[in-house]
């Protein structure tokens, strides 16, 4: 079993003494050992031979000839402690730290990083060793060797996981803004999937990474919003057939990330003798991005138009305490969907002489037509739980899609409504293949009631939610379809005032 020792690597470069007071033109802090016998990985903070006062930072697997894992920038040191304090120099190496993140994306573009002055960010530390840890958890799955790798990873992962890393987590997403964060959480998620595909090929087993990694939530100025980031390749597979996907399309479907957002409104109304706690969808927005550029697709997958698609997204909203809580409301699901069943009936003959032989060709056809609206949205209520469901409906029969399957005849039919599905008129997702609930036509409001005696506390709610993609092949020629889901829970927060 791997050993690791969460350390603080902001504080101990924090209490380094200046430089002229090295006895080496180095400084060494043990990161991550597997055990005694093995070498272990060290950030190394080293003189520049030419100009003492500017350092470089590594990464070092500490073998008997060591070798550099990973380099920063060079920097320098304070004119005046000659020591690494100050806040221009930790600003630029937690950026430095954050765009070597991004390169091991697929996109290449550099990333434009300001921050506002250090002193001014609650939990620095917290945030400085995040991004370490996550850069190195980056350079053991990209870089380091095998004996260290995998025990390694093993810590890292769990230590990314745990409670401190989570709520630094969400400071840091709320520190580079919404664009960047996108960009990280693909490349984390692709080293991710890479890593998960070595070890399914290794072991001939799955493998999941923990939630925490991709998902966290906040309630603010009476908005809760929870963000969702997974790769596809760790959804849990419910609902697959028995034809196996070849190479090319295993490998489009594996390099894709699940992205959510869920965001309502709520409001406090106090009334005489209660408090009405109404809760609004805002917008439910669900997509399915690539983790790898279009040529790579194109290379080595069945391309990027292969991937998944939304089938069913459940959500469940709890108030985690109940004692004070009176009833709770929801409003109606959406219709039953109308069939319009048209029936026409044709015939067509044509004659062309003068030809040797008579020629009459006659054809007669009958066609019906099925209108079903795609996408059904349902409310229900169980105990104080609100349960709200989007589902998508297949458009010529009315089934369910996350929990059915296509016949082998609309699998080759061209126009089936699968087919093509990101650039016919009629396709019930957006052209990028995700969805978006807005509360215009797809959701309504929840209303709980709740005892007086709550004004002036803070309440606590569960968002426990269910999330189906589903597989149906777009342009490829292939029996294979699947359904994976994910499951996640996050709580959110309201003031009773």
Not at 94 to 100: A, G, R, T
Not at 450 to 457: E, M, R, T
Not at 463 to 471: F, M, N, P, S
């Amino acid at each position: 079993m791997a050993y690791y020792r969460f350390l603080d690597v902001f504080s101990w470069i924090q209490n380094l003494p200046p430089i002229s007071e090295w006895k080496t033109g180095s400084m060494s802090l043990s990161i991550c050992s597997t055990n005694s016998s093995q070498p272990s990985l060290n950030l190394t903070i080293a003189k520049n031979h030419h100009q003492s006062s500017r350092l470089s930072f590594a990464i070092v697997a500490d073998f008997n000839i060591p070798i550099s894992l990973w380099t920063s920038k060079p920097f320098k040191a304070s004119t005046k402690t000659m020591k690494l304090t100050d806040q221009e120099t930790i600003s630029n190496l937690l950026v430095n730290f954050i765009e070597d993140i991004l390169r091991y994306g697929s996109n290449k573009n550099s990333p434009y990083i300001k921050f506002p002055k250090l002193d001014s960010i609650s939990n620095f530390p917290d945030i400085f060793n995040l991004a370490f840890l996550t850069l190195l958890f980056l350079v053991c799955i990209y870089e380091a060797p095998s004996d260290l790798r995998s025990g390694c990873l093993s810590t890292l992962k769990d230590h990314l996981s745990g409670c401190q890393s989570r709520q630094a987590s969400k400071l840091l997403m709320k520190l580079l803004g919404s664009n960047l964060e996108e960009q990280w959480m693909r490349s984390v998620n692709l080293a991710i999937t890479n890593w998960i595909v070595e070890l399914q090929e290794a072991h001939h087993h799955t493998f999941r990474t923990p939630s925490p990694l991709y998902s966290y939530a906040f309630s603010a100025f009476g908005l809760w919003k929870v963000q969702l980031y997974c790769p596809v390749i760790n959804m849990d597979v419910v609902n697959a057939n028995n034809h196996p996907a070849d190479e090319r399309l295993q490998f489009s479907l594996k390099y894709q990330q699940l992205e959510g957002v869920l965001q309502f409104n709520y409001k406090v109304i106090i009334k005489e003798k209660w408090v009405e706690i109404v809760v609004n969808i805002d917008n439910i927005r669900c997509d399915v991005f690539k983790l790898v550029d279009d040529t790579l697709m194109r290379e080595r997958g069945a391309g990027a138009a292969e991937k998944h698609f939304p089938s069913r997204i459940s959500l469940q909203l709890t108030p985690t305490l109940q004692h004070e809580v009176l009833s709770v409301s929801v409003g109606k699901s959406s219709e039953n969907p109308r069939i319009e069943i048209g029936v026409e009936k044709g015939i067509e003959a044509s004659f062309e002489p003068p030809n040797p032989y008579l020629g009459l060709t006659v054809s007669a056809g009958e066609s019906t037509t099925v209108s079903l609206k795609p996408w059904k949205f349902e409310e229900s209520v169980y105990g104080y739980s609100a349960n709200l469901n989007w589902l998508l409906h297949d458009s010529t029969d009315g089934r369910e899609v996350f929990s059915s399957k296509p016949s082998k005849v609309a699998l080759f039919n061209p126009k089936s409504w699968f087919r093509d599905r990101y650039s016919s008129a009629y396709r019930p997702f957006t052209r990028q293949g995700g969805v978006i609930f807005a509360p215009d036509e797809y959701g309504e409001s929840v209303c709980w009631k709740v005892d007086k005696g709550a004004v002036g506390k803070t309440m606590e709610w569960e968002i426990r939610g269910w999330i189906w993609l589903t597989y149906w092949p777009n342009k490829h020629k292939t029996f294979y379809h699947e359904t994976r889901r994910l499951e996640f829970r996050e709580k959110v927060y309201l003031k009773i005032a």
